[in-house]
């Protein structure tokens, strides 16, 4: 049976209603992050970030590589969203104490500075998930190595979850080469990406516990003379004190992001297992080889890499919020 005309244009009508309401709920949960996010909201934020990561850097080299690893624990584990900062609370068991953090981050001290310093500009306005990102892109200019415009506009997570952190989500140090692969690929990285992000290892520092069986047990993987100068600092035997003991990822330049890293794995002077594995006659040793010789063919994809690793299941529009401490949901 045929409708009558006012049949039809109610229908029509309803139709384009229920269409436009779809738009509206989609534009304000799926809103795209910009490089432009805070010229009018918060113009001063990068002079805000800059100058505290300025001055922790300089007062312990380390905590560039510490400010950047952050980022990286945060958008592996549910997408850039702050969440890793969260501290406990009687609702849920936060992401900190996750063994793949709780062994290796640090620097949320300088992130509190940094969001205090926001605050005192632009109240309300930034997240902290936008606060790790620009830190990390400053720590590594900071340290020599390129500079990038940060897409932003992320909003912060109001949870955590040790369940996710602990997952096997975030690469371990002791990961296979095919294992840093699918890990990378779960995250919308391709393994070009992943070997350019590992890059990231040509600062900072890692602990004992991380490398101890690399330095003592892969004599075949490994350069000698490099594995006993690393074993002077971690015996063989664990321990919480020796365990703590930490040495410096690229040890030729380790407070100058460049692309000694990829140097010294062709070398077979990695410290990290994980770092070894992509120069190991396996499907990563050209990349090495690029990257060793082209440290701006380096540096161009570990932006673009970065860049499209914050773009990662970031929460926008009207999802989450815009957390006044960093460390607890408002």
């Known amino acids: ?3 009558s005309s006012s049949s039809s244009s109610s229908a029509a009508n309803i139709f384009v209603l229920s269409l436009f309401m779809l738009f509206l709920i989609g ?4 809103a795209q992050l910009s490089e432009n996010f805070y010229v009018k909201k918060c ?10 990561v300025h001055s922790a850097v300089a007062k312990e080299a380390r905590m560039g590589g510490s400010l950047l690893r952050l980022f990286f624990h945060d958008c592996f584990v549910n997408g850039c969203d702050g969440s890793v900062l969260l ?15 709780s062994n290796s981050l640090r620097g949320f001290d300088v992130i509190d ?3 205090s310093k926001v605050e005192a500009v632009c109240p309300g306005v930034v997240s902290c998930a936008d606060v790790v990102a620009i830190a990390a892109r400053d720590s590594v200019a900071i340290l020599g190595g390129p500079y990038w ?9 109001k949870t955590a979850s040790f369940n996710a952190a602990n997952s096997g989500v975030i690469p371990s140090p002791f990961s296979s080469l095919s294992d840093l692969i699918s890990k990378f690929q779960a995250q919308g990285l391709s393994t070009k990406d992943m070997v350019a992000l590992s890059g990231a290892h040509t600062i900072g520092k890692a602990k004992c516990s991380t490398f101890r069986q690399h330095v003592y047990n892969e004599t075949n993987n490994i350069n000698s003379l490099f594995a006993k100068a690393r074993q002077r600092n971690c015996p063989r035997t664990s321990g919480t004190i020796r365990d703590n003991n930490v040495a ?12 000694l890293y990829y140097k010294n794995l062709i070398n077979k002077k990695g410290l990290l297992h994980s770092d070894q594995v992509l120069f190991s006659g396996g499907s990563t040793d050209s990349l090495v080889r690029t990257y060793s010789n082209n440290q701006k063919a380096f540096e161009n994809d570990f932006v673009n890499a970065m860049i499209k690793m914050g773009n990662n299941k970031s929460l926008t ?4 919020q815009i957390r006044k401490h960093c460390r607890r949901a408002n």
């Open 317 to 320: 529009g009207s999802n989450g």
């Open 1 to 3: 049976m045929a409708l």
């Open 87 to 101: 501290d406990d609370t009687s609702s849920f068991k936060g992401e900190k104490t996750a063994p793949p953090n």
């Open 43 to 52: 113009p001063s934020v990068f002079n805000a970030v800059k100058s505290v």
């Open 27 to 30: 534009s304000s949960n799926s």
């Open 149 to 157: 415009k940060v897409k932003l506009g992320r909003r912060d997570s």
């Open 248 to 259: 410096v990822l690229d040890f030729k330049t380790p407070n100058q992001f460049d692309n």
């Open 113 to 115: 500075a940094i969001k």
